[in-house]
């Protein structure tokens, strides 16, 4: 009799097929994602470190040649050009980007007639793919048929504006399309900080004798800190694997003037053969982002440990 009890026991404490089935059936639907995540990113992201200390040319090479790719990039003229471009195109629309999107938020925060209509228009150009800005805004910004057409056909023949054409001042031509492209999704990004900021803050700074701009520039702003990291990590992201854009706009001329990293990898590992150089110029964008990426969540687990 004993012996049947406890064999009865040992089969209720086993679980059953459905019960081992249904532990394991998340972790068996998650397998094949997480095997392609691993290899299609990860893996690759290792094959090109190694491409990028061969000595790859058409066709990667097992040929260890250290860091010579990384030598030879950085005596590359066109690779300094287009790290200073990314400078210079990623701290200014990063600035005026964040600028922008922090005004309209505070503008549509007012609570202002026909919100969801602007907020719409302000949101639209996010939707476009890159290709489709890039190539609009090369309309618009050709001498011989956008503005500077449109202003000597209404009279104003003193009129120029040939930033397109002009090698010092290609490069802003980017800054322009890519704030009007992301400038609202920054928008949306403050606006719901904004909406989730306890209104009764406000009152009681309003009750004290503060006036919004005081409000919002000691009060609210520094609340959306969150905001402001997340809005830098993906703007700046952005700017350094902008590709589609230059091409559409620019193709990186005139000349080299207005070249970026990723329009130069592509270059070197696809239509110059120079697959090694290439992969070190990929792993030096991959290092732009890890120096942005890392400090922002370094900075964010300290705190929720804290």
């Known amino acids: 009799m004993e012996q049947t009890l406890s ?34 990113i990860y893996g690759f992201m290792f094959w090109t470190f190694y491409l990028s200390l061969t000595n790859s040319r058409f066709l990667p090479s097992f040929n260890f040649a250290g860091l010579m790719q ?4 950085m005596d590359n003229d066109r690779w300094i050009t287009s790290v200073t471009n990314l400078g210079i195109f990623g701290l200014m629309f990063m600035l005026i980007a964040i600028v922008l999107g922090v005004g309209l938020a505070i503008l549509l925060d007012q609570n202002i007639r026909q919100e969801g209509a602007i907020r719409t228009i302000y949101l639209y150009p996010m939707a476009l793919s890159f290709i489709v800005t890039g190539t609009a ?3 618009i910004l050709n001498p011989g048929l956008g503005i500077e057409k449109l202003m000597h056909d209404w009279g104003f023949t003193g009129f120029e504006f040939n930033w397109l054409v002009d090698q010092d001042m290609s490069i ?20 719901a900080g904004l909406r989730g900021i306890d209104s009764s803050i406000i ?3 309003q009750i004290d004798g503060a006036s919004m701009p005081v409000i919002y520039w000691k009060i609210v702003l520094p609340c959306l800190r969150p905001v402001f990291f997340s809005a830098v990590i993906i703007t700046s992201h952005i700017a350094i694997k902008s590709f589609d854009l230059v091409t559409a ?9 207005s070249d970026l990293p990723a329009l130069f990898m592509y270059a070197h590992s696809f239509t110059r053969g120079q697959v090694g150089l290439g992969a070190a110029s990929a792993i030096m964008m991959l290092a732009g982002v ?3 990426l890392v400090p922002y969540l370094y900075s964010e687990l300290r705190e929720k440990k804290s």
Do not use: H, N
């Open 7 to 40: 064999l009865t026991k040992q089969k209720a404490a086993r679980p059953s097929l459905a019960d081992r089935l249904q532990k394991w059936l998340p972790k068996i639907v998650l397998a094949p994602t997480m095997l392609v995540t691993v290899i299609c």
């Open 70 to 73: 990384y030598e030879k990039l």
């Open 137 to 139: 805004w090369k309309w």
């Open 172 to 191: 802003y031509t980017l800054v322009i399309a890519a704030v009007w492209q992301s400038s609202g999704f920054v928008m949306a990004m403050f606006l």
């Open 203 to 205: 009152k009681a700074a």
């Open 249 to 257: 706009l620019t193709a990186g001329g005139p000349g080299y003037s």
């Open 290 to 292: 890890l120096a942005i």
